[in-house]
């Protein structure tokens, strides 16, 4: 028969109280805290409009999302909802989309984890804002850029991370446009970078980023390491992003049917599947609007009143295989946005009453991307480098250029990156082998922390010409951040002449060159 316990006496109750008392406060703290849940990478907003926008955190542990937002920073009049569960299948990260939200208003909002056992068991607050849409004309403004953590480029803590992030927080924009290549995951970090000059690069450096990226948990390690910058995770708190996704967010310059037998980095060769995992970690960790289930739609329209309606794009998804570019008709082998993309860019644009419409692409029109840069030979982005009438991916880019002619649509016009530095075109009929469009700008900015490089060629089949263009000296690539490789791009929109002005900006916030446009 197993033995009664035997009655704890005050006497050694109150000695047992005693020798804990004894015990350092800190170990108590400690402990309280391992039993509440964590909230890791801080609070994002993000794909705001005048639909709502989605509130988005990531947790230590299965936790339960809670929301409160309001419109005064004291909470006075906050509302308080209990969002989803963040689970290990989600990387513990969840989101909420907020809707029926008050127009032209800052929207402050706060974000906690529950114990999903105990509710009661909470983890810290962390709070954040943005702004919402007004539905009358307001001046707004954005930045705009791409390419975080490439080239070995990585968090240096010795410059105070990523500070173009804090230099863009400043300037206290409405929204960000990340053009694509949110992680770079076919490029590992060491702890130090050698440049030319012989200065030390430092890196601060994890497991996930030791190696190139194969599996779900490495996709997510890449986007976990971003958010180890304070920089990024203040921009987050304060400026909602509208991402966009590029090649290194998978593998440089992929497409599903692309294979890496002769890359020995890589065991998994198969990059459709790679892409899978890809744009599930991508899914995870940008606050967008769609849910995780089902194909990802990624092109979208966001409204911000009277001045802007902006139109995101997906140049990954859908594209066919890179190669020569030279088809003369258009075919199945020619997509790159694909025909259900481009048939709904056109209503969308057409269905604007929007003074400026911006489309949003992760790749640039007239600049020539080859495949394999070192013998230049296929094509990664539309041109392909003949200054000829539209063949291969120029015959949708034509159509849809034709369609805003002939629709009348004004006021259009690009932002993009992908190139790695900062250019202004112009694109004019007059200088072209295709003349069926309306004029428009072309604005590309970045890197935000990542190698310098260009000029890339242009192609003469839109007549694109350079306004504006800030790239390495002669013989430099992979120029540095240290040697002035960052940028981003600052547009702002004056709500009472609608007059937009579109800057491009170095890492410290400089202007480096300014163009106004006067609406049509």
């Not at 969308?348 to 790749?363: G, Q, R």
């Amino acid at each position: 028969m197993a033995k009664r316990p035997r009655p704890i006496s005050r006497r050694r109750a109150l000695q047992g109280a005693g020798a804990l008392a004894a015990l350092p406060s800190r170990v108590f703290a400690r402990t309280a805290a391992a039993a509440r849940p964590r909230l890791m990478q801080g609070v994002q907003s993000g794909d705001v409009g005048g639909d709502g926008a989605t509130l988005w955190s990531r947790a230590d542990r299965p936790a339960r999302m809670i929301v409160e937002y309001a419109t005064t920073e004291g909470f006075t009049d906050a509302r308080r909802i209990e969002g989803p569960l963040a689970l290990e299948p989600t990387g513990f990260t969840s989101r909420l989309r907020l809707a029926d939200l008050p127009p032209g208003q800052t929207i402050f909002y706060r974000i906690a984890y529950a114990d999903p056992a105990v509710t009661s068991v909470t983890s810290d607050w962390l709070q954040g804002r943005f702004r919402t849409p007004a539905r009358v004309p307001a001046d707004l403004s954005f930045v705009w850029s791409a390419d975080t953590v490439g080239q070995g480029w990585g968090i240096n803590p010795d410059i105070g991370g990523m500070t173009i992030y804090e230099t863009m927080r400043s300037l206290a924009p409405d929204f960000f446009v990340h053009c694509g290549d949110t992680i770079y995951a076919d490029d590992p970090l060491f702890s130090e970078k050698r440049l030319p000059d012989g200065r030390i690069w430092k890196n601060l450096t994890t497991e996930a980023k030791s190696k190139v990226a194969e599996t779900l948990a490495d996709f997510r390690g890449n986007h976990l390491y971003n958010f180890l910058d304070a920089n990024l995770r203040r921009f987050n708190a304060e400026v909602p992003m509208i991402a966009l996704w590029d090649d290194h967010d998978v593998v440089d310059n992929w497409y599903r049917e692309k294979r890496l037998d002769t890359d020995p980095r890589y065991r998994e060769k198969d990059v459709g599947l790679l892409a899978r995992y890809a744009e599930r970690a991508f899914r995870e960790f940008m606050p967008l609007s769609d849910g995780l289930d089902g194909p990802m739609r990624l092109y979208r329209k966001f409204s911000f009143g009277p001045p802007l309606d902006l139109f995101r794009l997906d140049m990954r998804s859908f594209r066919a295989p890179n190669g020569p570019n030279r088809q003369e008709v258009a075919r199945k082998d020619t997509a790159f946005l694909g025909l259900e993309q481009v048939d709904w860019l056109k209503q969308a644009l057409k269905s604007s009453t929007a003074t400026w419409k911006i489309i949003a692409a992760d790749m640039p029109l007239g600049l020539v991307v080859y495949d394999d840069w070192r013998r230049k030979s296929g094509f990664e982005a539309v041109a392909n480098a003949d200054d000829g009438p539209p063949r291969g991916r120029e015959l949708e880019i034509a159509g849809l250029l034709s369609f805003i002619k002939r629709e009348n649509i004004s006021n259009v016009h690009w932002i993009t990156a992908d190139v790695h530095y900062p250019a202004t075109h112009r694109y004019d009929p007059a200088r072209a082998a295709f003349q069926d469009f309306t004029p428009f700008y072309e604005f590309v900015s970045g890197p935000l922390c990542a190698g310098g490089f260009g000029p890339n060629a242009l192609d003469g089949t839109f007549g694109p010409e350079v306004v504006f263009q800030k790239v390495p000296p002669p013989g430099r690539f992979d120029l540095s951040p240290l040697e002035g490789s960052c940028h981003f791009g600052h547009v702002r929109i004056d709500g009472k002449s609608g007059v937009m002005t579109v800057s491009h900006r170095d890492a410290g916030g400089n202007v480096i060159h300014s163009l106004e446009l006067v609406p049509k």
